[in-house]
């Protein structure tokens, strides 16, 4: 990891301006304001795309205060020791959007008060869920989205529908009253910032301060599109996308206190190599309803070599929180706070070679029969200590499937099983279905009770996939479960109210303890071991608080 943090120095030196780098200014409000101009302060572009023609590596452009309605595309890309750098104006709310004003309105007889907009010119694809959910469109009024629904027969107050073959919006107000007498919006650019897919892309470009909002993007495409290699993605605001918030694909890339919120499909995702996402939220994502199972919530990074996950905060995402996938290797991920999202906290899928550490799990999980705090599903070669999970369907989960093949990072096949996993120093406290859980739906726990699966798949004995469970701290309250070892469907799964008895059955958790953690009030949200708690003399649970959390979760 060396070379990694090397190169990102070198980056991040690069972010002085060098000697003959230009300042360029965007000031939509300006009265001088043209893209005929210099671009100087007193004479400034009118939009940011005519900036992303002219700049060269070096320069930066300070965009003011405005709602600029366009999709830039940067047309170069900087060098290593000269990124080009877009920045909002320090104080200034600058918003690219995808959407534009629409005004002309015209009211369709009958007794219905829908009103219609004419001609509709814009069709979109439409990708990973049948419609409503995998069409694109956005109508958005009074900064409110509205419903889509696929008929004018369907519509009904709050909802609008796009008839691509008539080449017509429709409109139906929750009130009922004139959209002429309202701000009405409609997305009709699929990004407010990059690249589309499969495009080149370009290198070494600073991106900073930004709200962008609304975009008839499809699921899996970001608004904003980070694509070629190292970019500085800080402090930008990502909301209210059709699909995904913000994606990357590259390497070298720094994504560092951006905020992606309500977002249709998901919060981020990407791939690529040395990859530093950094005190990010996540925030309330996938408010369409997109499979989960498929894509959706609040992270998914997939095809990927080497990464530092730190500071994450994802709350109440429909799905995962942070998910990992397919051929992803090499990354720590620790210090996050990971809340009330529907699926698993944490969840390493089809991959390995994880250091989860150092993070806070609540409340995660319960669509599906494995949610876990964290969750490492068909993956090996993983360290996971010193986390604590609270209230989640289980605490730290293990999920096998496998094994299972897929094409991996570099186009070759790769297969994965759950092996060569250390589980230590954890706290899993009040989860509640079991602290820990082997879920394994595998045939060395006898047939699937399906008779279309029944003795399919090939049998994995735990006792051979070299597992480490050790000096945890567990403790189930009343109605809740210890221990899960296989899962419940198959007949040879055994559960555990014990924790002797599954170190006699299994030889696992010798120096391991059931105990009450002793906390301050983690349904409150004050997550701190009290000074008699049995964790603090063995040094279990937090060992470094989670980015912006030490007053409700360090020792006292």
């Known amino acids: 990891m060396g070379l990694l943090f090397l190169t990102w120095g070198i980056f991040l030196l690069g972010l002085c301006a060098p000697a003959g780098a230009a300042v360029y200014h965007v000031a939509q409000r300006?009265?001088?304001?043209?893209?005929?101009?210099?671009?100087?302060?007193e004479r400034p572009w009118k939009t940011i795309s005519h900036a992303a023609q002219v700049l060269q590596p070096g320069d930066t452009v300070i965009v003011h205060g405005g709602v600029y309605r366009e999709h830039v595309r940067p047309a170069r890309g900087g060098?290593?020791?000269?990124?080009?750098?877009?920045?909002?104006?320090?104080?200034e709310e600058v918003i690219i959007t995808g959407a534009d004003l629409v005004t002309e309105w015209q009211r369709v007889p009958g007794e219905k008060p829908i009103w219609a907009h004419r001609p509709w010119p814009y069709k979109f694809p439409v990708h990973g869920a049948p419609p409503p959910?995998?069409?694109?469109?956005?109508?958005?009024?009074?900064?409110?989205?509205?419903?889509?629904?696929?008929?004018?027969?369907?519509?009904?107050?709050?909802?609008?529908?796009?008839?691509?073959?008539?080449?017509?919006?429709?409109?139906?107000?929750?009130?009922?009253?004139?959209?002429?007498?309202?701000?009405?919006?409609?997305?009709?650019?699929?990004?407010?910032?990059?690249?589309?897919?499969?495009?080149?892309?370009?290198?070494?470009?600073?991106?900073?301060?930004?709200?962008?909002?609304?975009?008839?993007?499809m699921a899996?495409?970001?608004?904003?599109?980070?694509?070629?290699?190292?970019?500085?993605?800080e402090n930008n605001v990502i909301e209210w996308a059709n699909g995904n918030g913000l994606s990357f694909r590259g390497e070298g890339h720094v994504l560092r206190g951006n905020i992606c919120r309500y977002n249709g499909q998901m919060g981020?995702?990407?791939?690529?190599?040395?990859?530093?996402?950094?005190?990010?939220?996540?925030?309330?994502?996938?408010q369409k309803g997109f499979p989960a199972g498929w894509e959706a919530g609040g992270m998914k990074i997939t095809h990927s070599r080497r990464g530092k996950v730190i500071g994450l905060y994802a709350i109440g995402n429909r799905g995962p929180g942070l998910w990992f996938d397919i051929d992803v290797r090499d990354f720590e991920v620790s210090r996050c706070y990971v809340r009330d999202n529907f699926n698993s906290g944490i969840f390493v899928e089809i991959s390995g070679g994880f250091h989860l550490h150092d993070n806070l799990c609540v409340g995660n999980g319960g669509a599906n029969w494995a949610d876990a705090g964290i969750c490492l599903a068909e993956s090996n070669d993983c360290l996971v200590e010193h986390n604590l999970c609270l209230g989640n369907k289980t605490g730290i989960g293990l999920r096998e499937q496998g094994p299972r093949t897929f094409r991996g990072f570099e186009g070759q096949e790769v297969t994965y099983w759950v092996r060569n996993v250390t589980l230590r120093r954890n706290i899993c406290a009040f989860n509640r279905d079991f602290q820990f859980g082997l879920w394994s739906d595998n045939v060395f726990f006898g047939p699937h009770p399906s008779p279309q699966v029944g003795n399919q798949g090939t049998p994995l004995n735990?006792?051979?996939?070299?597992?480490?469970?050790?000096?945890?701290?567990?403790?189930?309250?009343?109605?809740?479960?210890?221990?899960?070892?296989?899962?419940?469907?198959?007949?040879?799964?055994?559960?555990?109210?014990?924790?002797?008895?599954?170190?006699?059955?299994?030889?696992?958790?010798?120096?391991?303890?059931?105990?009450?953690?002793?906390?301050?009030?983690?349904?409150?949200?004050?997550?701190?071991?009290?000074?008699?708690?049995p964790a603090l003399v063995r040094g279990m649970g937090l060992q470094e608080p989670p980015v912006g959390l030490r007053e409700i979760v360090g020792r006292e």
């Open 133 to 217: 959910v995998g069409r694109c469109e956005q109508v958005i009024v009074d900064g409110q989205l509205l419903r889509p629904v696929l008929t004018r027969e369907e519509m009904s107050p709050g909802t609008f529908c796009a008839d691509t073959e008539v080449q017509v919006l429709y409109l139906w107000l929750a009130d009922g009253s004139d959209p002429r007498q309202h701000t009405v919006e409609a997305s009709v650019r699929n990004r407010c910032f990059g690249f589309q897919w499969k495009q080149p892309g370009v290198d070494y470009l600073v991106v900073r301060g930004f709200v962008m909002r609304y975009g008839a993007n």
């Open 462 to 533: 735990p006792a051979e996939q070299h597992y480490l469970l050790e000096e945890n701290l567990y403790f189930a309250a009343e109605g809740q479960g210890l221990i899960l070892w296989g899962v419940p469907w198959r007949k040879k799964h055994e559960t555990f109210a014990a924790l002797a008895d599954f170190t006699q059955a299994h030889g696992q958790e010798a120096h391991s303890l059931v105990a009450d953690p002793r906390l301050m009030d983690w349904k409150g949200g004050d997550y701190r071991l009290r000074p008699d708690s």
């Open 268 to 286: 981020l995702g990407g791939g690529g190599r040395d990859i530093l996402l950094e005190n990010l939220q996540l925030l309330y994502n996938n």
């Open 79 to 91: 060098k290593p020791e000269a990124p080009i750098t877009y920045q909002a104006a320090p104080g």
């Open 220 to 233: 899996q495409r970001g608004l904003l599109y980070c694509v070629g290699n190292h970019w500085l993605i």
């Open 30 to 41: 300006h009265p001088q304001a043209s893209d005929q101009n210099l671009g100087t302060a």
